[in-house]
Structure formats: structure tokens, C-alpha cells
């Protein structure tokens, strides 16, 4: 199917490990965002990406660190979690110029 | 910077009234305004945008108006469903992708 997907949909973690979430789009779109998603501040922005290879920082980018080797993949991943680090991450895809962002459905990660 | 600014930021209506949400934003740069629903558990959908060189556009019972020149941009929802009820966002958009800005976000009830 047509979309953006993200993996896993919930994920339990410890403090100082490291974990990986997955964002997969099929309209070849050549943006790609993460966002972290927290009562009391919003939507922001941890990093994105125009295209592959190329990444840039958002708002939040510490603590985070995303790859892009091909256009439909964009993993974020968190070196070593922590508490602070507890959210609801949405990976959101973009074709080039003004356009309105897709969503995933976005994992609730926690770091116990 | 930039600042996107959103109210109400709760709004209960009865079925078949209607719903208006207000967003102001700084950036006079800023040209591309999209408005994204939430629902529980789901990620935001873009439900519609307006661009700067445009005042008003409707999709069936949703309406967006833009005063660029107060920088004042609303969500107009008519004959209201309880399937309306959900978070709603707007966003300002400009010259680059770490620019956008989300609206606080609006918690909007439809009560049957």
C-alpha cells in the first residue's frame, strides 16, 4: 500500500540503550521530518532531511541522529535514551516546494 | 523567530454549529498555511492549505481565510459532526523547512 509507515508502533527501552525508529514512505517524496510530539510544547522539529544523503538539525536534535542512504527510508535513532526522551515521534513526508506534510501514525516510545 | 500563535485552544460546539480557529503568525516571509486534524492515536492529516497570493478557500464544509496584512490566518468548520472532533493545527510555512511552525493546537468537541 500507498503511504508512510512507521515501526514499532510502541516501544519500551531503558535508560543508555540505544534505539532505532523506522519511517518508510512510497511516494518517493523528497522531504523527510521527524517530530517529536509533547503536552505542553507542540509539534518539533528533530531533523530532516531534502534528499538522500542530505540531513539537516531541527529545533531538538541532540541526543538524535538520522540517516538517509535511500530516498524512501529515514531512520531516527536515539545513541543512548534517555527519560527526557519519552514521546510520541512522527516521521512526516513532503514533495519539494510549499506542500502539506503526510504523517505516519507515529511511535509512542518510552524510556523507563 | 517565528511564532504561530492558536485560539481557542478548547472549543465545544453542538452538532450542526460551527467551529472557527484562529491562527496568527510573525514571519511576514512566511507564504504557505496548512491546517492538520488529529484524531486519538493517529498522526496529523492535512485537511487543507492556503497559500499567500490566495484570501479564501473552501473544500465542501471547511473553509480557510488569510489576512496577510494582519497576519491572521482561521479555520472555518460548518454544520459540525461528531466526527469533526479532534486536535486541529495550523502552521505557517516560508522560506526553508526548519522555518515551519505548528499552532499550539486546538481541542475541538462536537457534542451531539
Known amino acids: 500500500d500507498a503511504g508512510i509507515t512507521q515501526s514499532p508502533r510502541y516501544k519500551i527501552t531503558e535508560t543508555g540503550r540505544q534505539v532505532t525508529l523506522m519511517c518508510h514512505q512510497t511516494?518517493?517524496?523528497?522531504?523527510m521530518f521527524w517530530y517529536r510530539q509533547d503536552l505542553g510544547h507542540g509539534l518539533r522539529l528533530i531533523y530532516y532531511?531534502?534528499?538522500?544523503?542530505?540531513?539537516d538539525k531541527g529545533e531538538v536534535p541532540d541526543g538524535y541522529v538520522v540517516s538517509r542512504s535511500k530516498t524512501e527510508n529515514f531512520p531516527l535513532t536515539l545513541e543512548s535514551a534517555t527519560r527526557s526522551q519519552t514521546s510520541v515521534y512522527f516521521c512526516?513526508?513532503?514533495?519539494?516546494?510549499?506542500?502539506?506534510?503526510?504523517f505516519g501514525s507515529g511511535t509512542r516510545l518510552t524510556v523507563v | 523567530g517565528e511564532n504561530v500563535e492558536q485560539h481557542p485552544s478548547t472549543l465545544s460546539v453542538q452538532e450542526g454549529d460551527s467551529a472557527v480557529i484562529k491562527c496568527t503568525y510573525s514571519?511576514?516571509?512566511?507564504?504557505?498555511f496548512p491546517w492538520y486534524k488529529q484524531e486519538l492515536g493517529k498522526g496529523p492529516q492535512l485537511i487543507i492549505d492556503?497559500?499567500?497570493?490566495?484570501g479564501e478557500k473552501k473544500d465542501q464544509r471547511i473553509a480557510v481565510t488569510l489576512n496577510k496584512t494582519a497576519k491572521h490566518f482561521s479555520l472555518h468548520i460548518t454544520e459540525t459532526q461528531p466526527e469533526d472532533s479532534a486536535v486541529y493545527f495550523c502552521?505557517?510555512?516560508?522560506?526553508?523547512?526548519?522555518?515551519?511552525?505548528f499552532g499550539p493546537g486546538t481541542s475541538l468537541s462536537v457534542i451531539p
Open positions: 512526516a513526508s513532503s514533495a519539494a516546494g510549499l506542500n502539506g506534510y503526510t
Open positions: 532531511s531534502a534528499a538522500a544523503d542530505i540531513t
Open positions: 492556503i497559500r499567500s497570493n490566495v
Open positions: 502552521a505557517a510555512m516560508g522560506t526553508s523547512y526548519d522555518k515551519v511552525i
Open positions: 511516494w518517493s517524496h523528497s522531504y
Open positions: 514571519d511576514s516571509a512566511s507564504n504557505y
